[in-house]
């Protein structure tokens, strides 16, 4: 399928005082394309949404809207409808006269939100107030709203949030069938690295109000091109040392528990002081001693079962180590024990160590 560009956004800017909310902001968004923007609260997520809709203007930059730039016009001209956090439905209204709004203060008669109840399953329902519904319904009646305006971008800020998580897993699913069925364009607001990754097909991740990476989920997994991309997708363990060599394809790292190799394809760095970074599923673990590389003495401080997976948390040395290794094959290891640690050279990141500090630059502060 050939995609045209639904939406540009070009060197976005956004301050409020001295505070920068977005800084040089930009990316494409695809026609059909279901579109994260990942990121931590105070990330800058929902402004950029706003300056998307036409809610705020930016400082700088430009909003392109199917090749027209839609920067200075009125919300209700730029072809897009956005689903603000929470719903916003009126609790003095009913599901119809909520999903009916847009089109009653128009002036408008139209079947499109009986259509749109239809495509949500909530056309029974159309006569019940807000509160006599479940939180999955609500958030049901605020897409419909959304689907009935007719707009062919959709933006969607943090939709699943007041959810709990079985319904959160199970409506995400729906939310992108629906999407990709009456071939529209989204962009979601997430904070929820798992929500992000499960239904997009590309993300972006935003921290302090600037673009830290791009990119589809499993690329942005597999090599997150920053610190704090890697540690907020997941969990990581991270040791920092400095590159004294290579050679075979991989780069020697000299760290306070001996020296780590690395794939040279793995490392965003090729010289200098670095972090190096290893997933907890990353990490094998071992009762004897084995001929693979980065292997370490470890002692077993705590085990935590968390059903599939079994926590092991190690110390080597001085390091505080996470495994999750599966539960079939770690019911023997106990607290105290000594065991062997793997480090994969294929699956350990390298990153530059941050100028910032490093608790400040994995955390996002």
Request: aromatic share 8%.
């Amino acid at each position: 399928m050939s995609y045209k560009e639904a939406l540009e956004v070009r060197h976005v800017n956004k301050s409020y005082g001295k505070v920068r909310a977005l800084v040089d902001v930009s990316f494409t968004v695809r026609e059909g394309e279901y579109f994260c923007i990942l990121g931590p609260t105070g990330a800058g997520k929902t402004t950029l949404l706003k300056i998307i809709s036409g809610l705020l203007k930016p400082d700088k930059g430009k909003v392109i809207v199917f090749g027209e730039d839609v920067t200075n016009l009125p919300p209700e001209v730029r072809n897009i409808s956005y689903m603000p956090q929470g719903y916003a439905l009126f609790s003095h209204l009913t599901v119809y006269e909520n999903v009916s709004y847009s089109q009653w203060i128009k002036g408008i008669k139209s079947d499109k939100p009986l259509e749109a109840l239809r495509i949500v399953d909530l056309e029974h329902r159309k006569d019940n107030y807000p509160y006599e519904l479940s939180g999955g319904q609500q958030q049901r009646v605020a897409l419909a709203r959304v689907l009935a305006s007719g707009s062919k971008i959709l933006l969607l800020d943090e939709p699943l949030s007041a959810l709990d998580v079985v319904l959160n897993i199970e409506l995400r699913r729906e939310l992108r069938m629906m999407v990709k069925e009456l071939k529209l364009t989204a962009i979601h607001v997430t904070h929820n690295t798992a929500e992000a990754m499960s239904i997009a097909d590309r993300i972006l991740v935003l921290r302090k109000g600037r673009v830290e990476q791009i990119g589809k989920a499993h690329e942005i997994y597999d090599i997150p091109s920053t610190i704090f991309t890697a540690g907020f997708i997941s969990e990581i363990n991270y040791i920092d040392g400095v590159i004294v060599g290579s050679g075979a394809g991989l780069f020697y790292i000299k760290t306070n528990i001996g020296t780590i190799s690395i794939l040279r394809e793995r490392s965003h760095v090729r010289e200098g002081n670095v972090i190096v970074v290893f997933r907890p599923s990353d990490i094998r673990v071992f009762k004897r001693a084995t001929n693979d590389d980065n292997v370490f003495k470890a002692t077993v401080k705590d085990v935590e079962f968390l059903g599939l997976i079994t926590r092991l948390h190690l110390r080597i040395k001085t390091w505080d180590v996470i495994a999750d290794v599966w539960t079939s094959t770690s019911e023997s290891y106990r607290k105290n024990e000594k065991v062997y640690v793997v480090f994969p050279p294929e699956w350990g990141i390298v990153y530059q160590y941050p100028k910032e500090g490093l608790m400040l630059e994995v955390l996002g502060e």
